[in-house]
């Protein structure tokens, strides 16, 4: 079992993101309602893990803010990589695991360097769909089901 220890949002593309301690979860919104959220394809929420981001760091030389990311969640004790197929379970909602997050130039533009440490590994977390509704806060138990 693994833990949510973040959840994070934005209103538009490029906005900065707000962090939240409990948010709904709805195939409409997505989390809250965050912008990528209304999109109802494959990348309608976004997973990363705090292991992979403290690797992260690690690589780097720095210690920056995992909003950074621009994930919509991030969870403890969840490995990530290669989990296509999979069900992530948090508080009341499901989401079905639809891939990798690619990182995207705009993580360079952020911190140089950035976007190849992200790469390999899964680090950038994984993209998602809802598929069940449901509140979630900030301490749930996080549960992967894979395949």
Known sequence: M?????????????????????????FNQGVGSDFRGRNK????????SIEAWE???????????????????????VELEKTEG???????????ITGELDPCNRMDEQFPGLTKVLTPFWR???TCRVI????????DEVQLITT
Do not use: Y
């Open 86 to 96: 999979g069900i992530i379970s948090i508080g009341e909602a499901q989401l079905e």
């Open 55 to 77: 690797k992260v760091c690690e690589e780097i030389g720095k210690n920056i803010e995992w909003t950074t990311r621009r994930a919509n969640l991030l969870v403890e004790g």
């Open 132 to 139: 069940s509704e449901g509140d979630i806060n900030v301490g």
């Open 41 to 48: 394809g494959k990348r309608q929420v976004t997973v990363m």
């Open 124 to 126: 950038g977390g994984v």
């Open 2 to 26: 693994g833990k949510l220890i973040g959840i994070a949002t934005r209103t538009e593309k490029r906005a900065q993101m707000d962090v939240h301690s409990s948010k709904a979860v709805s």
